[in-house]
């Protein structure tokens, strides 16, 4: 399981570090954030296993200018800037489950998040707020190699009801429990990275005031070559929809429930490998805006090992 691929070698541990964090708005409860940004897997090798075991640290830097869309895909005046940098760590033992190897990992998001003309009965508003986010527990991630220089990898997480404050317009976090079930497949072959990684979130209720926030799916997708030594570069898109209607028995919120929401993006990707240290940065702009936040939005990646098992 341990012969790779150059490009499996240089960018492996990326692929047990596929962060997750909220940053963007989207369809679903009144001032709540996504689960985790549209996108979040892109640029690695999701289903690719890592070169050595051990425990990874990683850090990702996000910046997002977005303008709210109606049903129709038209701009409303509601803007959005959020600001986030997710720690994750990952730990890779070394253990075998169901033949494939087995990883787990901890996400922990920082956001700050400011928003201008946000609709309220009164009239538009401004406000911002900031803290920890929805923190992400996956307890199990297996990765099977399904074919010389193919794989696949399956797994679940658990995500947090952490900030959220109902006084608040805008919030980092949520007040509800997200279960996301996973699977992924990587094309790791003659210095390519091509990977696309499909997730679920089953939203459960916010048991302060019974709103249920609809379920959605997400697509993210990779398409990366090595270019000269340690470098490589290419595309990168994302696909996200909401599939069931948001429910507010208990008339919330004035009795309002927000409509299904949909956006899909397109980016560059260009990762840099420094010895151990997983360098990555990423250019995304959306081309599909419906009943959400669209916009632009930078990001900056950096994964380091902090400890090799076996050495």
């Known amino acids: 399981m341990k012969k790779l691929t150059k490009f499996t070698a240089r960018s492996g541990a990326c692929a047990a570090l596929a962060l997750v964090c909220a940053t963007s708005a989207v369809a679903r409860e009144p001032g709540v954030l996504p689960t985790i940004p549209p996108g979040a897997s892109m640029g690695v090798p999701i289903a690719g296993p890592t070169p050595v075991d051990g425990i990874f640290v990683s850090s990702r830097s996000g910046l997002s200018d977005q303008t709210f869309y109606d049903d129709d895909g038209n701009?409303?005046?509601?803007?959005?800037?959020?600001?986030?940098?997710?720690?994750?760590?990952?730990?890779?033992?070394?253990?075998?489950?169901?033949?494939?190897?087995?990883?787990?990992?901890?996400?922990?998001?920082?956001?700050?998040?400011?928003?201008?003309?946000?609709?309220?009965?009164?009239?538009?508003?401004?406000?911002?707020?900031?803290?920890?986010?929805?923190?992400?527990?996956?307890?199990?991630?297996?990765?099977?190699?399904?074919?010389?220089?193919?794989?696949?990898?399956?797994?679940?997480?658990?995500?947090?009801?952490?900030?959220?404050?109902?006084?608040?317009?805008?919030?980092?976090?949520?007040?509800?429990?997200?279960?996301?079930?996973?699977?992924?497949?990587?094309?790791?072959?003659?210095?390519?990275?091509?990977?696309?990684?499909?997730?679920?979130?089953?939203?459960?209720?916010?048991?302060?005031?019974?709103?249920?926030?609809?379920?959605?799916?997400?697509?993210?997708?990779?398409a990366m070559k090595d270019v000269g030594n340690d470098f490589s570069a290419g595309a990168v898109g994302y696909w996200r929809q909401q599939i069931t209607d948001d429910e507010n028995p208990d008339a919330a919120y004035g009795g309002f429930v927000a409509e299904r929401s949909a956006s899909a993006g397109v980016g560059l990707s260009v990762t840099k490998q420094l010895g151990p240290v997983n360098l990555n940065a990423m250019y995304t702009t959306d081309v599909l805006v419906e009943n959400t936040g669209g916009g632009d939005r930078f990001w900056f990646n950096v994964i380091v090992p902090i400890a090799v098992f076996g050495q």
């Open 75 to 222: 701009e409303t005046p509601t803007e959005l800037t959020i600001r986030d940098t997710v720690l994750q760590f990952a730990i890779v033992p070394g253990q075998q489950v169901l033949g494939g190897e087995y990883r787990a990992f901890l996400t922990v998001p920082f956001i700050d998040v400011e928003g201008e003309n946000i609709a309220t009965p009164f009239g538009p508003v401004d406000a911002e707020n900031s803290g920890v986010g929805s923190m992400e527990i996956r307890p199990i991630d297996i990765a099977w190699e399904i074919t010389p220089g193919a794989f696949l990898n399956a797994g679940v997480s658990f995500h947090t009801p952490t900030g959220w404050d109902a006084a608040e317009l805008v919030n980092p976090g949520q007040n509800f429990w997200t279960i996301s079930p996973s699977v992924g497949y990587s094309y790791l072959r003659d210095g390519w990275n091509a990977s696309a990684h499909l997730l679920y979130f089953a939203n459960l209720e916010n048991e302060d005031n019974g709103y249920t926030s609809g379920d959605e799916v997400m697509l993210n997708l990779t």
